[in-house]
Nanobody, 119 residues
Framework: QVQPVESGGGLVQPGGSLRLSCTCA??????????IRWYRQPPGKDRELVAT???????NYADSVKGRFTISRDTAVNTVYLQMNSLKPEDTAVYYC???????????WGQGTQVTVSS
């Protein structure tokens, strides 16, 4: 199944850390062609791009998370991680994984995982 599956969300105190995972149940060769992006949607706000990891290794971050979040890719298990450190209450959102298949141009969304940063 191409649809990405996110995991790792939860409740954390300000200054804490979480690691999100995005896994695609496809072959390794297919996954190698996917650009993966993490988006988030805070309560009452629009969805925004947080981090990008392309199939060629290009990495990019939103200004609001630079220096705190790290996106990485493990091709052996078809998973992209989002390590989130120094979390702030404004990081509270539903985090979504988007997988874009470069060979077809089709994009697939996960169901999202809730991250809540609160004391």
């Amino acid at each position: 199944q191409v649809q990405p599956v996110e995991s790792g969300g939860g409740l954390v105190q300000p200054g804490g850390s979480l690691r999100l995972s995005c896994t695609c149940a496809v072959s390794r060769s297919m996954f190698s062609l996917y650009d993966i992006r993490w988006y988030r949607q805070p309560p009452g706000k629009d969805r925004e791009l947080v981090a990008t990891k392309t199939s060629s290794g290009y990495t990019n971050y939103a200004d609001s998370v630079k220096g705190r979040f790290t996106i990485s890719r493990d091709t052996a298990v078809n998973t992209v991680y989002l390590q989130m450190n120094s979390l702030k209450p404004e990081d509270t959102a539903v985090y979504y994984c988007n997988a874009n298949d470069r060979s077809t141009g089709r994009a697939y969304w996960g169901q999202g995982t809730q991250v809540t940063v609160s004391s």
